[in-house]
């Protein structure tokens, strides 16, 4: 269809002045028929009208016109209107990759049953909030994190966790991920020089913490959790005391007091990610290791696992010497995590919606966790499964001469189911054992049975 400019100019044309009006104002031409902004059979604005619009002198516009003409691009009517002749094809963008297709199973650990995210007490909290948060809700605030979610979490995690925290010690954060790296950092420029970190242990947040320009020292992981004797000359430690991920150990409590005098007697870092600590089943949560040392103790949670890991809400509690340089960090870093998410999951918690769901959470994870049991004790016999007290994976580690990681990983895919192997999780594969770590938590509602068949298909050569 044709389009006919009226008298008030509404074409835009960037034109460089570098090299000449005259010349600026064919490329910008050019570049308008090229990208389709001006389409063949258009009618461009008569001489006059560009030449006001841009300032031009309208000698230069239509020197410019009739050079576009003599291009091909323009055709000009005596006593009629100057249009787009033709284009060129333009370019074609580059292609997006390919999104990967979604398996038919998947078992990946790290991510809970997002079918069961709180929609309604979600809407119901924003609702709230919405209807009676202050103006300054929508501007940059402190980078702490709102008051409110601080105060929450400070009860919360005082009474569910054992946490010492003061809301003054609390930095809200966009995500694990951004707490880790902006404590890498911060530490690194205290003086810190290596961070040990549990071996095996998530590779993801290796990568973070050397990203961050410091050294990462193996610290082995047994069945009684992290050694502390093990430590070497590590400034820091990364921690997982309630559910070490993925051999699924809860750290003893002798090796929770070794940890605790090593950070007081030689002035290191402990940091603990409590990423599934409310997912305890067969006894009483583990108190945070927090609580035996907060002076030393940095305490991690997100709700990546308890509610979903696109809110993107994390936070730490810090020792008093490190809030105000964490606190720079997170500034410079993204100025503050967004208020409208922090505001609505302070009153999750505050109406005990937060609680509800988590309560309700546990007793579906943990029909999952013992329905993965019994059904590799039938079906598999020979997989050993490990780290099933807590959280939201268990580790089925593969018998000594039958199917390694390799062979399985391939029956897997060909059966169609995501799994993670264990062998990503070791900083030195070499002779480790064979195992995989299987995330119960992940399939939505009904897809899980049919996830377990899978898995035991896989594993039936065990």
């Not at 505001?343 to 007793?363: E, K, N, Y």
């Not at 897997?412 to 030195?428: I, K, S, T, V």
Request: with cysteine; aromatic share 6%; hydrophobic share 40%.
């Amino acid at each position: 269809m044709r389009r006919e400019w009226s008298g008030s100019v509404d074409l835009h044309l960037d034109v460089d002045p570098s090299g000449g009006r005259r010349a600026g104002l064919e490329r910008a031409l050019r570049e308008a028929v090229r990208s389709r902004r001006l389409a063949p059979g258009d009618a461009v604005p008569s001489t006059r009208a560009l030449a006001a619009e841009l300032g031009l002198a309208r000698g230069t516009v239509s020197a410019a016109y009739d050079q576009l003409a003599a291009e091909g691009y323009f055709t000009a009517v005596p006593g009629g209107r100057t249009r787009v002749a033709a284009a060129p094809a333009p370019e074609p963008a580059p292609a997006e990759p390919a999104a990967a297709e979604a398996p038919a199973h998947d078992l990946l650990p790290g991510r809970p049953d997002l079918s069961t995210f709180p929609s309604t007490a979600w809407l119901r909290s924003t609702r709230r909030v919405l209807a009676s948060a202050p103006p300054d809700v929508h501007a940059l605030g402190d980078p702490r994190g709102r008051r409110e979610l601080r105060e929450a979490l400070a009860g919360y995690l005082g009474r569910a966790r054992g946490v010492h925290a003061d809301p003054a010690r609390i930095v809200v954060t966009s995500g694990y991920a951004q707490s880790l790296g902006l404590l890498a950092a911060v530490l690194r420029d205290l003086g810190t020089e290596s961070i040990a970190m549990e071996e095996p242990g998530h590779p993801f947040h290796r990568a973070i913490v050397r990203r961050a320009g410091l050294a990462v020292v193996p610290l082995p992981v047994d069945e009684r959790g992290a050694r502390p004797d093990r430590l070497g000359r590590a400034g820091a430690a990364v921690l997982t005391p309630a559910h070490q991920y993925p051999t699924g150990a809860t750290l003893r409590p002798d090796r929770r007091r070794a940890f605790a005098a090593w950070a007081r007697d030689t002035g290191a870092t402990i940091v603990e990610d409590d990423y599934d600590g409310e997912f305890r089943y067969d006894r009483q949560p583990v108190g945070a290791l927090q609580g035996t040392a907060p002076d030393h103790v940095v305490y991690g949670g997100t709700t990546s696992k308890t509610l979903a890991p696109a809110l993107r809400l994390a936070w730490l509690v810090l020792p008093a010497h490190l809030v105000e340089p964490f606190a720079e960090a997170k500034r410079l870093a993204d100025a503050h995590t967004p208020s409208l998410a922090q505001l609505v999951l302070a009153d999750l918690i505050g109406t005990h919606a937060f609680d509800r769901h988590v309560r309700a959470a546990r007793l579906r994870y943990r029909r999952r966790r013992d329905l993965l049991v019994e059904t590799l004790r039938d079906r598999a016999p020979r997989v050993r499964v490990l780290g099933v007290a807590a959280g939201l994976h268990a580790l089925a580690l593969l018998p000594d001469g039958g199917q390694g990681e390799g062979e399985a990983m391939r029956r897997a895919a060909f059966h169609d189911l995501a799994l993670m192997p264990l062998r990503d999780h070791w900083q030195d594969p070499g002779e480790r054992p064979q195992g995989l770590v299987v995330g119960y938590s992940t399939p939505v509602g009904a897809a899980y049975p049919a996830a377990l068949d899978a898995l035991c298909a896989v594993l039936a050569q065990a």
